[in-house]
T-cell receptor
Framework: AQKVTQAQTEISVVEKEDVTLDCVYE???????LFWYKQPPSGELVFLIR??????QNEISGRYSWNFQKSTSSFNFTITASQVVDSAVYFC???????????FGSGTRLLVRP | DTGVSQDPRHKITKRGQNVTFRCDPI?????LYWYRQTLGQGPEFLTY????????KSRLLSDRFSAERPKGSFSTLEIQRTEQGDSAMYLC?????????????FGDGTRLSIL
C-alpha cells in the first residue's frame, strides 16, 4: 500500500529561522513522483516542488530546498530565512507511475512569528 | 493565465438534498481531478478524467456521487441524498498531458456544509 507520513503536526518558528518539514513515504513501485504543496489560510493548494524517483539530486530554488533520499524513503523540504508569509499548511504528496492520483500526507502547519 | 475555477465557493444544504459543483480547468489542461478534504486532513482523491473519459475512481466515490466531463472541458460533481459525512471541501485540479512530472494545479474549492 502507498502512504505518506508527515509526523510533524505543527511547527512554530521565529521569522528568519530555517525550518525543515519532514515527509516519509511508502511504496513498492520503482517509479514514482513526489510533490510539495502549500495551503495558506485562503485555502488554495499551491504547487511548490516536484521530484521523480530516479533523480535524487537535491536542489535549491530561491529560499526552498529539498532533500530526497530513497534509502530512507524521505523527501524533506526546507525553507531558508522563513518569513511570516510562509505561514501555511504544507502537504507532501506521492504519485505512482501507474496512477494519476496524488496521495497526500496529513500536512504540517507552519507558523512563522514576527 | 486563468487558474482552475470552482463554483460555488460555499454550499449549505439540508441533509437529503442533491448538490452539484462545477469546475473549469486551466484551458489547455486535458486532465481533471476531484479531491475531498476534511478539516485537519490532506486531500483524498475521488476521480480523474482525461478529456471526457473518466479513467480512475476511488472507493470513496459511493453510488451517491457522480462526476462528468461531457465535452472534455468543464466538469461537474453531483452528490445525491447528501449525508452529514459529506461535509467537506471539494477540490478540483487540472494538469496537462506532457510528461509525468506535470503538477496538478488546484482551484479554491467548494466548501459543502450539510445541516
Amino acid at each position: 500500500a502507498q502512504k505518506v507520513t508527515q509526523a510533524q503536526t505543527e511547527i512554530s518558528v521565529v521569522e528568519k529561522e530555517d525550518v525543515t518539514l519532514d515527509c516519509v513515504y511508502e511504496t513498492r513501485d520503482t517509479t514514482y513522483y513526489l510533490f510539495w504543496y502549500k495551503q495558506p489560510p485562503s485555502g488554495e493548494l499551491v504547487f511548490l516542488i516536484r521530484r521523480n524517483s530516479f533523480d535524487e539530486q537535491n536542489e535549491i530554488s530561491g529560499r526552498y530546498s529539498w532533500n530526497f533520499q530513497k534509502s530512507t524513503s524521505s523527501f524533506n523540504f526546507t525553507i531558508t530565512a522563513s518569513q511570516v508569509v510562509d505561514s501555511a499548511v504544507y502537504f507532501c504528496a506521492l504519485r505512482m507511475d501507474s496512477s494519476y492520483k496524488l496521495i497526500f500526507g496529513s500536512g504540517t502547519r507552519l507558523l512563522v512569528r514576527p | 493565465d486563468t487558474g482552475v475555477s470552482q463554483d460555488p465557493r460555499h454550499k449549505i444544504t439540508k441533509r437529503g438534498q442533491n448538490v452539484t459543483f462545477r469546475c473549469d480547468p486551466i484551458s489547455e489542461h486535458n486532465r481533471l481531478y476531484w479531491y475531498r478534504q476534511t478539516l485537519g486532513q490532506g486531500p483524498e482523491f475521488l476521480t480523474y478524467f482525461q478529456n471526457e473519459a473518466q479513467l480512475e475512481k476511488s472507493r470513496l466515490l459511493s453510488d451517491r456521487f457522480s462526476a462528468e466531463r461531457p465535452k472534455g472541458s468543464f466538469s461537474t460533481l453531483e452528490i445525491q441524498r447528501t449525508e452529514q459525512g459529506d461535509s467537506a471541501m471539494y477540490l478540483c485540479a487540472s494538469s496537462n498531458a506532457s510528461g509525468n512530472l506535470q503538477p496538478q494545479h488546484f482551484g479554491d474549492g467548494t466548501r459543502l456544509s450539510i445541516l
